[in-house]
Structure formats: structure tokens, C-alpha cells
């Protein structure tokens, strides 16, 4: 089983700072890295996949980046609808597998 | 749109069973790859399962290998997880999730989920 390691747990930050988030896999899964967010109460929302490939309707501020085994997530300026939780999720491999989450929460 | 509409859920207690069921719209169902997934109260997210377009090929995580199936009725665009033998560690939020078109084993819409209590 492929685990997916996010950093930091919890990243505290003021709407227009930037917002860098990491995904460290336990082996190679290529580029077949997606990111979604979770905010209160809703489903997860599917905003990048393939590392780098923004899914439609999610705005140019997030972006991703990585190959192998290291990805990172970048906000570059935090809008108040942003502060929600971050997950990662591989697709190389089964079992399809989730990190655990990374927290962007209002300094 | 997209909508997807999962219900079942409830309370059930340790070595009961349950079927989940998802409800689909917006879209050609048998086109896609359908799947659950589910979140622990509080926790992060696991892959439960996930059943091809077709209905011909399905897959498991092992936590639920042997106690779940799922399954689809493309004439109804339904999607189903039978769920045997459950106990407290199934607990969950579970989510019905559509594939992302034309990318395999992606998320692309999520239900907003129903929620499995297993406790005496």
C-alpha cells in the first residue's frame, strides 16, 4: 500500500499569504497525485489531478507541482473561502489511498 | 449537473448489515466508473471501493474485502454498497463518488454522504 504523508498538519495563516502544502508518498507514484479540499460540513472538492492539472472551475491561485515521490500544493494568496482541509490521493496503485489531511486555518 | 445522492445509512449494530445506496443524475451513468468512499468522524478520508462503467470489474479495500460488495443497476443509475458484518470501525460518513471523466480512479463529484453508526 502506497501512504501518502501530508505536512503540515495544521498551517496557520492570514487571507493573502501564500499557502504551501506538502505530499510526500511512500513510493513512486509518477505524476498520479490529486489534491481536493474539504471545507465544514461539505463533500471534498476535486481541485487538482495529475500534480499539476487544475479541474474545472478552480481558480488559477491553486496550483500543484512534483513528480515521484514529493508534491506540493500552492495557494498563492489565501482567499477566506480557502481556510478548509487539504487532501492528497494517489491513483497508481491499488488500494487507492489518501493522505491525512492538512489544515489551513485563519491566523 | 452532477448530483449523486446517497442514503441507507443509519444506525446498526456490531455483526448487522446495511445497504447503501447512490442515486444518479446529470449525467451518463454507465459511462463511468463509480466508487465509495468514506471519513471517520473527525478523521481523514479511506477508499472503500469501486466498481468499472460496466459493472464488470470491482475493487476492494481490504478493510472491506469479503464483507462489502458493491454493485450498480445501470438502468436506474444506482449505485450500491451491501455492507455485512459490520463493526464499530466502520463508522463512517460513506460518500458515493463519480470518476473524473476520462481519468481513472479520480474523483471528480462527490454526494454529500450518509452516515453508518455501528454500536450496541
Known amino acids: 500500500e502506497i501512504v501518502l504523508t501530508q505536512s503540515p498538519a495544521t498551517l496557520s495563516l492570514s487571507p493573502g499569504e501564500r499557502a504551501t502544502l506538502s505530499c510526500r508518498a511512500s513510493?513512486?507514484?509518477?505524476?498520479?497525485l490529486a489534491w481536493y479540499q474539504q471545507r465544514p460540513g461539505q463533500a471534498p472538492r476535486l481541485l487538482i489531478y495529475?500534480?499539476?492539472n487544475r479541474a474545472t472551475g478552480i481558480p488559477p491561485r491553486f496550483s500543484g507541482s512534483g513528480s515521484g515521490t514529493d508534491f506540493t500544493l500552492t495557494i498563492s494568496s489565501l482567499e477566506p473561502e480557502d481556510f478548509a482541509v487539504y487532501y492528497c490521493q494517489q491513483r497508481t496503485d491499488w488500494p487507492l489511498t489518501f493522505g491525512g489531511g492538512s489544515k489551513v486555518q485563519i491566523k | 449537473e452532477v448530483q449523486l445522492l446517497e442514503s441507507g445509512g443509519g444506525l446498526v449494530q456490531p455483526g448487522g448489515s446495511l445497504r447503501l445506496s447512490c442515486t444518479a443524475s446529470?449525467?451518463?451513468?454507465?459511462?463511468?466508473?463509480m466508487s465509495w468512499v468514506r471519513q471517520t468522524p473527525g478523521k481523514g478520508l479511506e477508499w472503500v471501493s469501486t466498481?468499472?462503467?460496466?459493472?464488470?470489474?470491482?475493487y476492494y479495500a481490504d478493510s472491506g474485502r469479503g464483507r462489502f460488495t458493491i454493485s450498480r443497476d445501470n438502468s436506474r443509475n444506482t449505485l450500491s454498497l451491501q455492507m455485512n458484518s459490520l463493526g464499530a470501525e466502520d463508522t463512517a460518513l460513506y460518500f458515493c463518488?463519480?470518476?473524473?471523466?476520462?481519468?481513472?480512479?479520480?474523483?471528480?463529484?462527490w454526494g454529500q454522504g450518509t452516515l453508518v453508526t455501528v454500536s450496541s
Open positions: 466498481i468499472s462503467g460496466t459493472g464488470s470489474s470491482t
Open positions: 463518488a463519480k470518476e473524473l471523466g476520462g481519468t481513472n480512479n479520480l474523483f471528480g463529484s
Open positions: 513510493q513512486s507514484v509518477r505524476s498520479y
Open positions: 495529475d500534480a499539476s
Open positions: 446529470g449525467f451518463t451513468f454507465n459511462n463511468y466508473a
